[in-house]
């Protein structure tokens, strides 16, 4: 079956603009997640969803980061007034549920900030 | 905070012979630990996970090891090949249940060929 799939694949943006990057989950995984990956490092927790709520958004670095998913499946996150240090991989993971541990990401996002 | 760490970088080893990567954690309370694998341009791919209950969990050429008294990890793999040249990262769950995990930095393993 089809994996975890995110779009674009690339982004270049200027700096103060507005991006979405798309994640669109495993059929039947309820659990979502966003990570973010700089170089040379390991990926670092933004927000997760449970179905359409956010169970947990501690990770989002700013209120210019915001993500939704409204009907549970695919999910977008938005990021308002890009700054340089946006620049960064943004994967999404999903797994099937609570008590289900395993999570499946996605290839995903590149963004970069000129 | 709570990290998870490896001890390091990078990793060359010779086609055939058997690779350890090892990983050291902080926090005590975490009940799960996943080896992920990342390629170039790639997501994380999942190796093999293991649960705070276990010490120790076999999959196919690889095997993962769990020191709880010292808050150790490792990931072991069998007869080496050049497609295992990787990064691969350790991470852990704080808590029971579905919740986020936390990823080390990464050791990148080199295969020689």
């Known amino acids: 079956g089809a994996g975890v799939s995110q779009t674009p694949s690339n982004k270049v943006t200027e700096k103060g603009k507005y991006v979405e990057l798309r994640c669109d989950p495993i059929?039947?995984?309820?659990?979502l997640y966003w990570y973010r990956q700089s170089l040379g490092q390991g990926p670092e927790f933004l927000i997760y969803?449970?179905?359409?709520?956010?169970?947990?958004d501690s990770g989002l670095p700013n209120d210019r980061f915001f993500a939704v998913r409204p009907e549970g499946s695919v999910s977008t996150l938005k990021i308002q007034r890009t700054e340089r240090g946006d620049s960064a991989v943004y994967l999404c993971a999903s797994s099937l549920g609570p008590g289900n541990y395993e999570q499946y990401f996605g290839p995903g996002t590149r963004l970069t900030v000129t | 905070g709570e990290s998870v760490g490896l001890h390091l970088p990078t990793l060359s080893v010779q086609e055939g012979d058997n690779s350890i990567i090892n990983c050291a954690y902080s926090n005590s309370a975490s009940d799960y630990f996943i080896w992920y694998k990342q390629e170039s341009g790639k997501g994380p791919q999942f190796i093999i996970d293991i649960r705070s209950n276990m010490d120790k969990r076999q999959g196919q050429r690889v095997t993962v090891l769990l020191n709880k008294t010292v808050k150790h990890l490792s990931l072991q793999i069998a007869a080496t090949q050049p497609g295992d040249s990787a990064v691969y990262f350790c991470?852990?769950?704080?808590?029971?249940?579905?919740?986020?995990?936390?990823f080390g930095k990464g050791t990148r393993l080199s295969v020689i060929a």
């Open positions: 991470a852990e769950s704080p808590y029971s249940g579905n919740t986020p995990l936390v």
């Open positions: 059929s039947g995984h309820t659990a």
């Open positions: 969803f449970q179905g359409t709520g956010a169970a947990d």
